[in-house]
């Protein structure tokens, strides 16, 4: 390394001004997250889990949103560096127009079937019975998330991150407060438990979608969207997007099926064990809020200096990244045994479970410091360094290849303890990051992704 990265002030100052917003954005969203399980553990175990599985499509659908909208970030953080607006516009109409597509099927879907989706995660006929309640309205917000998410995250290419902000306050504010007022039926307000919790959420997506558009068309001084520009389409950015950006959804997809894949395992083990997971799930997502922070900023900065030409300097502060990703490492497992007992006590769940909870996240506070590496290098470095598709590689191989099959053989064929099977649920992250090592040896695989397809630039 040429020098030290605290000696590069710019650097330094780009990644806290980009970070910064997005760590705030993820620890208030987390926290809104957080309540909705505080306030449906007050009400039992059972519900507690069904909002865990029932939530999990939604996971799914959170993760091809943020995976396709991550894949036009590839492309829209290189066209930032070179100053190519238009072509950002373009790649973002067409991702919004594949976003809101999906969006629509995949709400109709749990809407219309949510007992057939429950008995994929469960055989428990309560916790079916709870969880088809809460689908049968939260599918009402997957078309509002799906604008609101695809367009805060691809507009943070350009280093607009601060309204995600602005718009997570209002999510935490407004969902906290009607969660308490329509799960316990507090001030006058009917009572309706899990369903409560379900038009809450409804509302505050509607909410968010609405502050969205308009910063997007009032209020953004960047790109300067007019609604024309969503109807925006190009041949050739449509297949660069393809060949560059798809990678990365279909990443994000099949990551996130595999980790539903194991959700259905913890699933069949048992409501105590859902709900464990789910708590330990919680602290754990805290103590990496900074971590995906790092990561994504990461992204943006790395993808800029390609951009604009400056391959050395990116060179440089990829080594930077690395060793940022260590650091964090360690902040992070400190934070997961240091919250662990407090979060715990909380819940209203039997003793059992909370001492389950509690041994789940001792093996967390080991699994983190390679999260921290693999986060970073993976959402991070590669994808902003213009390599997805060895992102998609190690991401898959790592969870379809070990992960997900040692959780299947330890559970259901050698009956392994519940512990077991949570470890093996989290066997990737060192095999992942075997593989980053071997792929960031050198510096072959960054390269600029933004040469083919990109239209002539006109006046906006």
């Not at 953080?77 to 991702?95: E, L, N, P, T």
């Not at 009607?178 to 369903?195: A, C, D, Q, V």
């Not at 050198?442 to 990109?454: I, P, Q, S």
């Amino acid at each position: 390394m040429s020098r030290s990265m605290f000696k590069d002030r710019q650097f330094l100052k780009t990644l806290v001004t980009l970070m910064l917003p997005m760590v705030a954005q993820n620890l208030i969203t987390l926290a809104a997250q957080m309540m909705d399980s505080l306030m449906l553990g007050r009400l039992g175990q059972i519900e507690l889990s069904a909002s865990s599985l029932a939530n999990q499509p939604f996971f799914i659908f959170n993760l091809l949103i943020f995976g396709m909208a991550s894949g036009s970030s590839v492309l829209n953080a290189q066209f930032w560096g070179k100053g190519d607006v238009r072509s950002i516009k373009i790649v973002i109409s067409i991702c919004l127009k594949v976003a809101l597509t999906v969006s629509i099927l995949l709400g109709a879907a749990v809407m219309f079937f949510p007992e057939t989706v429950m008995r994929i995660y469960t055989d428990d006929p309560e916790i079916i019975a709870a969880g088809a309640e809460y689908l049968r309205i939260i599918g009402l917000c997957y078309f509002f998330f799906g604008l609101s998410n695809t367009l805060l995250t691809t507009i943070r290419s350009v280093g607009t991150v601060r309204i995600a902000v602005i718009d997570s306050i209002f999510s935490l504010v407004c969902n906290t407060g009607l969660n308490y007022l329509l799960i316990f039926g507090s001030f006058g307000f009917p009572k309706l438990g899990i369903r409560g919790a379900a038009i809450a959420t409804v509302i505050a997506r509607m909410g968010e979608a609405i502050i969205v558009l308009i910063y997007i068309l009032v209020i953004d001084r960047k790109l300067r969207f007019k609604i024309r520009d969503f109807w925006e389409f190009d041949v050739g950015l449509l297949k660069n997007y393809l060949k560059n950006g798809l990678p990365v959804a279909f990443n994000e997809v099949l990551w996130s099926v595999g980790i539903s894949i194991q959700s259905m395992v913890m699933g069949r083990l048992g409501a105590s064990v859902v709900s464990a997971s789910q708590i330990a799930s919680i602290v754990q997502q805290f103590s990496s809020v900074l971590i995906f922070g790092v990561a994504n900023a990461a992204a943006i900065i790395i993808g800029n200096d390609i951009g604009a030409g400056k391959m050395e300097r990116a060179r440089e502060r990829v080594t930077w990244f690395r060793i940022i990703g260590v650091i964090l490492g360690v902040f992070a497992s400190c934070l997961i045994l240091g919250l662990s007992g407090p979060v715990v006590s909380f819940y209203n769940v039997p003793q059992e479970t909370k001492q389950l909870a509690i041994e789940m996240l001792r093996v967390l506070a080991v699994i983190v410091l390679f999260v921290a590496q693999t986060g970073i290098g993976v959402v991070g470095l590669l994808r902003g360094g213009g390599d997805p598709r060895f992102a998609l590689f190690v991401d898959l191989a790592g969870l379809w290849l070990f992960a997900t099959p040692a959780a299947l053989l330890s559970a259901f064929v050698f009956g392994a303890p519940v512990l077991v099977v949570y470890a093996c649920t989290k066997l990737d992250e060192p095999v992942k990051l075997l593989m980053l090592v071997w792929r960031m040896r050198n510096h072959h695989w960054m390269r600029d992704v933004t040469g083919e397809g990109a239209p002539q630039q006109l006046d906006n």
